[in-house]
């Protein structure tokens, strides 16, 4: 079992950033693929980025590429988000989610079996 626990949200303006941590709990957080995804009012979640086991690995939405960076780190079991030059278009609620994927699978919400609560991020224009 794998507890996922995300902070960081926050209000700010366009342009500005935000860097959002997962901590997660757990032995074998070190072999599990990372992603973050959001949900915004009124729609669907959507994958945002992911992250392989060792890092090797990323993939984003193209929405947000070139913007936000992911990154993890083993040791302290913590999975990040970069995010610069926010967008009012990037206000949702974000989640971490871990899972057994393989490289092509980085994007698959289906892959992911562990889930945090999510934190609002809020871009005001």
């Known amino acids: 079992q794998v507890q996922l626990v995300e902070s960081g949200g926050g209000l700010v303006q366009a342009g500005g950033s935000l860097r959002l941590s997962c901590a997660a709990s757990g032995r074998t957080f070190s072999s599990y693929t990372m992603g973050w995804f959001r949900q915004a009012p009124g729609k669907e979640r959507e994958f945002v980025a992911g992250?392989?086991?060792?890092?090797?690995?990323?993939l984003y939405a193209d929405s947000v590429k070139g913007r936000f960076t992911i990154s993890r780190d083993n040791a302290k079991n913590t999975v990040y988000l970069q995010m610069n030059s926010l967008k009012p278009e990037d206000t949702a609620v974000y989640y971490c989610?871990?899972?057994?994927?393989?490289?092509?699978?980085?994007?698959?919400?289906?892959?992911?079996?562990?889930w945090g609560q999510g934190t609002q991020v809020t871009v005001s224009s």
């Open positions: 989610a871990g899972g057994r994927t393989g490289r092509s699978e980085l994007g698959d919400e289906s892959r992911y079996n562990y």
């Open positions: 992250i392989n086991w060792s890092g090797g690995s990323t």
